[in-house]
C-alpha cells in the first residue's frame, strides 16, 4: 500500500523559512515523479512544484518560483519542498501527490495523496 | 488553461444522479483530465483520468466524458459517501496543470 507522510508544517512569520519533507512507502519511490500540491484554507488546489524520478529535473509554479526550492533523497525515499521568503498567500495544506506514471513528471495527475501538512504564515 | 466547474453546489438526494460540467478556456489535448473527490479533512482521491477511465477501486456508478474543452462527470444513483467537493484538473497543456475551482454535491 501507496503511504505519503507529510511532515514540517507550522506557524512561521513573514518572510520566513520552513522545509517539508514527504517519506514515502509502499512503492519504488525513485522509478516515479514525485510533486506538491497546495491548498489554502477553504479554497482550491494549486499545483506546486514537481521533481523526476532522478531529482535531476525540476519545475515551479510562478507563485513560488525563486522562493520555493524541490528535492528528493531516493536512498531516504523522501521528498523535500524548502521554503523561503514565505508570504501570507502561501497559508496552505500542503499535500506531496505521486503521479501514476513512471515516463511523465512534467504534466502529472495524482493518483496518490498524503494527508498534507499546514503551513500558516503569520505574524 | 483556466478550468471552470459548475454548478457551484447541487443539491440532490440519495439514489439521484449527478451531472458536473468542467470546461476548459482552450481544448485540452489527449483529454488529458482528471476527477477527484474530497471530503472534508481528507486528500483529494483520484476518480477518473484520461476524461472516462475510471482509477482503481472507483465504482462503476462514476463515469466521466467529453472531449475538447468540455468535460462531465457523472454520479449515479448518489450514494451517502458521494457527498463531497469535486474538482478537474488538466494536464494537457504545455501551460503547465490546472484545477477547476470545485463543485460541491450536498445533502438536499
Known amino acids: 500500500e501507496v503511504q505519503l507522510l507529510e511532515s514540517g508544517g507550522d506557524v512561521v512569520q513573514p518572510g520566513g523559512s520552513l522545509r517539508l519533507s514527504c517519506a514515502a512507502s509502499g512503492f519504488t519511490f525513485s522509478s516515479f515523479a514525485m510533486h506538491w500540491v497546495r491548498q489554502s484554507p477553504g479554497k482550491g488546489l494549486e499545483w506546486v512544484s514537481g521533481?523526476?524520478?532522478?531529482?535531476?529535473?525540476?519545475n515551479y509554479a510562478d507563485s513560488v518560483k525563486g522562493r520555493f526550492t524541490i528535492s528528493r533523497d531516493n536512498s531516504k525515499d523522501t521528498l523535500y519542498l524548502q521554503m523561503d521568503s514565505l508570504r501570507g498567500e502561501d497559508t496552505a495544506v500542503y499535500y506531496c501527490?505521486?503521479?501514476?506514471?513512471?515516463?511523465?513528471?512534467?504534466?502529472?495527475?495524482?493518483?496518490?495523496w498524503g494527508q498534507g501538512t499546514l503551513v500558516t504564515v503569520s505574524s | 488553461v483556466l478550468l471552470t466547474q459548475s454548478p457551484g453546489t447541487l443539491s440532490l438526494s440519495p439514489g439521484e444522479s449527478a451531472t458536473l460540467s468542467c470546461r476548459a478556456s482552450?481544448?485540452?489535448?489527449?483529454?488529458?483530465l482528471a476527477w477527484y473527490q474530497q471530503k472534508p479533512g481528507q486528500p483529494p482521491r483520484l476518480l477518473i483520468y484520461g476524461a472516462s477511465s475510471r482509477a482503481t477501486g472507483i465504482p462503476a456508478r462514476f463515469s466521466g466524458s467529453g472531449s475538447g474543452s468540455d468535460f462531465t462527470l457523472t454520479i449515479s444513483r448518489l450514494e451517502a459517501e458521494d457527498f463531497a467537493v469535486y474538482y478537474c484538473q488538466q494536464y494537457g497543456s504545455s501551460l503547465g496543470v490546472s484545477f477547476g475551482g470545485g463543485s460541491k454535491v450536498e445533502i438536499k
Open positions: 521533481i523526476n524520478n532522478g531529482g535531476g529535473d525540476t
Open positions: 501527490a505521486k503521479d501514476p506514471r513512471t515516463w511523465q513528471w512534467l504534466l502529472p495527475y495524482f493518483d496518490d
Open positions: 482552450q481544448s485540452i489535448s489527449s483529454r488529458y
